[in-house]
């Protein structure tokens, strides 16, 4: 990246920083992460290649036919799935670009003086963020730190990794997949319901001493940690200012439509058809009392806001556009990670995994080995609702035998998931191509966050989770 120009405004000082040990970790991990970590992309095929290796190894029903097929089943049933978060994170996008949301961002990021002030917002905005909707919080997180790096001299990979960590804490909020599932009557993915024949409620999830003790400590360690790990001036690499705003700024065709065709692309009338369509089946559902929040209501309302805000035709499409770059990686990876939990669903790989954790479990230590192969079964199948499909069968029953609560299993399951986050980089795509940083700096900081939010979880899994 370009450095910034000479009257840009001056890095914190962190010359003390530099006399800690961990600081010399973090400079070692964020070299061996650039020297060693492929291309996401690569990382899937690798993992692929390593669930086959393990499904021949250990899983009782692995067969050449067996893997191949069940192979190609998972890159084609996950598509309907990959899509439609693609169309979350491209509607997303588009309404997070728009002038009201924009205009919010930078009266917000306006509000820092120094590069640790400046990660430390950085790092709550993304936290709520993505506790409120993973996807939005996504998209936000890297648009405020692209906001930030306009004002302040700051290391942007540094910044974007406090970024990428807040949003993980998405798991612990109201779009947690494992909370709205398990909370779903009647919905088929809810394995809880299942074995037990009762949901839990997202009470029992968001207010569990499990779920909150976790997030209110590492609302406070990981800020110290990223200060502390924070690289000295002259390690920085910081973005170009004048960069971020030329490529942040909408060009716009000022001049006044006079054809049809072009009267008809500015017509703010047929973005209000479609509101007004949107706007009229949700109030359907919720007068008929059938309103749920998935998916599709998900992209329907961010449509809606983004039809809204955007107000023509032309511009939403322009910012559309925009955002269709961010949708890429996911369309085709996610199939990648599709085929593998395939594998290891079909060949009975992942309960061969989840089993053996379980096999040594108490009432005490479930919550704990639960978390600990989530976090394993993570790395395989990052999506969060697949992931709970692969574990869900294996955690719930063993909870209802060892009479463990259904939210501990539950909030264990999506804690692992959470902290995954950190070193596997299928989430972490999306919001460095918003970003426009590089992965292997960015992730060569969260690897010393796996370890702190491994052990803060961890901890209190053993501590309460009983």
Known sequence: MEKLNADARPLASSNRAGSFGLQRITRLCVVLVERVMPDPFVIAILLTVLTCALAFAIAPKASVPEVLTSWYDGVFKIASFAFLVALTLVTGHALSTSKPVSKLLRRIASLPTTAAGAMTLTFFVSMVGGMLNWAVGLVVSALFAREIAKRIRVDFAWLVAAAYAGWSFYVCGISSSIALLSATRGSPMNLIEKVTGDVLPMKDFLFSPLNYIPVLVLAVAVPVVFRIMMPREHESIVADPARLIAEDTVQSDEAPARTVAGKLDNAWLLNLVLVALGVGYIGLKVARNAFTMDLNML?????????????????????????????????????IYGGIMGIMTATGLADVIAQWFIGFSTTQTLPFWSFVSSTLISMFVPSAGGHWIVQ?????????????????????????????????????????????????????????????????MGATLLMFGH
């Open 392 to 456: 869900a069968p294996f955690v719930v029953p063993a909870a209802e035998h060892l009479h463990v609560s259904q939210s501990a299993v539950a909030i264990s399951v999506a804690l692992g998931e959470g902290v995954a986050d950190m070193i596997q980089p299928m989430w972490v795509i999306p919001l460095l191509a918003i970003a426009g940083v590089g992965m292997g700096r960015v992730m060569g900081f969260t690897v010393i966050i796996f370890f702190v939010m491994f052990a803060v």
């Open 299 to 335: 992209v329907m309302i961010f449509l809606l806001l983004g039809l809204v805000t955007h107000w023509t035709p032309k511009a939403y499409l322009r910012a559309i556009n925009n955002a269709a770059r961010v949708a890429g990686p996911i369309l085709l990876q996610f199939p």
